[in-house]
């Protein structure tokens, strides 16, 4: 077939035969339309750029949207095992980036990131998110989930958490002068009745840290912790079965910190820990998977620091496989609420 591009029906049709290729086109998530409109969206994907939450490690965490978008253009493909085409069944779009006017000053950044996920809770729209530092997901439930949110119809969400650290380190009055940092907000949460920790997980801990009662705020609040040489243990199906039992019907929020994989799956990821093997990827998809046909509202992959990653770009491959998966979970909800 050959193309005249200097006709306008030609051109359309040469666009739409190109649009396959991920390297071609304007990078967006997964080669989804940009609209900065959440109205008459389904799934809302959103760039949060943000790094001013977690300044005691490495930088450049407010890089990880673009690097994403960059390469997920690759991953625009059907879910095999969910049998579904999530770009076909549902309308997905990439919403664009979070607007951070003030980007080196984190307390008033998760200001701004929650009122702009109020636009989206009002909306109707599910979130999947690309951080940024852990710091994002504290306002992101602040907009969707508890008394007055849309999204879990005033409902808490249960909390299911990837990470080798908890995050509720609610006994720090602040972490380098910030007080709503990636260290703070699975404390917050549970005690502003955003998330319900009773109906919560937090999965893959393995923190190399500084005091030896570093579980017990997220114990106080009443999380499931399943530090990593539990979940050894457990194995992935008892883990599967404990998250299903622990949350239930409730509204689902999936927060995947890519440093809960080993360091060799994810070697760009913030606060890497190498005195335990982390978890596998397969072994998270397995857990993803496992949760299809539960209420799953939206969720976010942080912690992505591309500066830092292999020439071949593997951290944000990776980061962008879990996103998918996150989709393909909530459109996949969606679809079985039809």
């Not at 591009?5 to 190109?18: E, F, M, N, P």
């Not at 006017?101 to 690309?130: L, T």
Request: net charge negative; glycine share 10%; proline share 5%.
């Amino acid at each position: 077939m050959s193309y005249d591009l200097s006709d306008d029906g030609d051109l359309a049709r040469a666009k739409q035969d190109t649009s396959k290729w991920y390297w071609w086109g304007i990078p967006t998530f997964f080669k989804c339309p940009h609209d900065e409109n959440p109205s008459g969206a389904d799934v809302v994907l959103v760039g949060v750029p943000h790094s001013s939450g977690n300044g005691s490690t490495e930088r450049d965490q407010h890089l990880g949207p673009q690097a994403v978008r960059n390469v997920s253009g690759l991953y625009r493909r059907v879910h095999t095992d969910f049998g579904i085409n999530p770009w076909n069944e549902k309308r997905i779009v990439d919403l664009g980036d979070v607007p951070l006017p003030e980007a080196m000053v984190n307390d008033v950044c998760v200001e701004h990131i929650e009122a702009f996920y109020k636009r989206i809770d009002k909306s109707g729209a599910r979130p999947v998110s690309m951080g940024g530092d852990h710091s994002i997901t504290g306002p992101i439930l602040k907009a969707i989930a508890g008394r007055d949110a849309k999204t879990t119809g005033g409902q808490k969400a249960a909390l299911i958490h990837f990470d080798a650290h908890t995050d509720s380190y609610d006994h720090l009055p602040h972490w380098l002068g910030v007080r709503r940092s990636a260290a703070h907000w699975g404390g917050y949460l549970a005690a502003e009745g955003h998330v319900d920790p009773s109906k919560s997980l937090q999965i893959g801990l393995r923190g190399h840290t500084g005091t030896l009662d570093w579980y017990e705020a997220s114990k106080e609040h009443g999380y499931e912790i399943v530090p990593i040489k539990r979940f050894r243990e457990l194995g992935v199906q008892g883990t599967i079965d404990l998250i299903r039992e622990r949350a239930g019907d409730a509204p689902v929020y999936v927060t995947f910190d890519l440093d809960v994989l080993d360091p060799s799956i994810a070697p760009a990821a913030s606060n890497l820990e190498v005195t335990q093997s982390g978890m596998s990827m397969t072994e998270v998809v397995t857990i993803l998977q496992s949760m299809r046909g539960m209420n799953v509202i939206g969720g976010d992959v942080v912690c992505l620091i591309p500066s830092k990653d292999n020439r071949n770009k593997v951290t944000s491959f990776v980061a962008m496989a879990v996103m998918f998966e996150l989709v393909s979970l909530v459109t996949d909800r969606l679809m079985s609420e039809e």
